[in-house]
């Protein structure tokens, strides 16, 4: 079974990272979608926060497992028996940074490939800091976001 690892904050889950993996499970047996913990980040919502709306927004997808991890993206790969790295590029702007983190991982992890997938082109302006800063300020998102994430957002912010 060949398996795709899937990693980010997704503070929060976008309809961008949902295209992502729609495209992913057409190309792999399995996608593990895994919320990172990253320290110099101070996400919106907690780490099972995050987990719970992802794993509500993907519980249609029979080949995606959601999950969380603490450390180094490659060796969480290798736990879970990923044989690549799921990446988004958005725009240009995406690439500079993907591609530095694409050959670092494969310094660290000769055995896992970097995969690079575009969202549908109606996404490709779309992030989670973006879907924050509108929900801050009351403004409708729901055509951006899944459902739960809409109530989650609308909570926050209330």
């Known amino acids: 079974m060949r398996k ?7 503070d929060p889950v976008t309809n961008g990272h949902i295209d992502i993996i729609k495209r992913a499970r057409e190309l792999f047996d399995g996608v593990v979608v895994t ?3 990253n320290p110099g ?9 995050r987990v719970h709306m992802l794993k509500e927004s993907l519980k249609d997808f029979d080949n995606v497992v959601v999950d969380s991890f603490d ?5 969480h790969a290798h736990e879970v028996g990923a044989v690549g790295i799921l990446r988004g590029l ?10 530095q ?5 494969r310094k660290l992890a000769g055995d ?15 992030n989670s800091s973006i879907i924050r800063n509108l929900s801050s300020l009351n403004s409708d998102v729901s055509e951006f976001v899944p459902s739960i994430v809409m109530e989650a957002l609308k909570k926050k912010f209330s």
């Open 101 to 105: 983190m694409a050959l670092m991982n």
């Open 112 to 126: 896992i490939a970097t995969v690079f997938l575009m969202p549908h082109e109606k996404y490709t302006y779309l």
């Open 90 to 99: 958005r725009a240009v702007s995406d690439f500079e940074y993907e591609f």
């Open 4 to 10: 795709v690892l899937y990693p980010g904050t997704f």
């Open 35 to 37: 919320v990172a913990i």
């Open 41 to 49: 980040k101070t996400p919106l919502f907690t780490v099972e926060e």
């Open 71 to 75: 450390g180094l993206v490659v060796d």
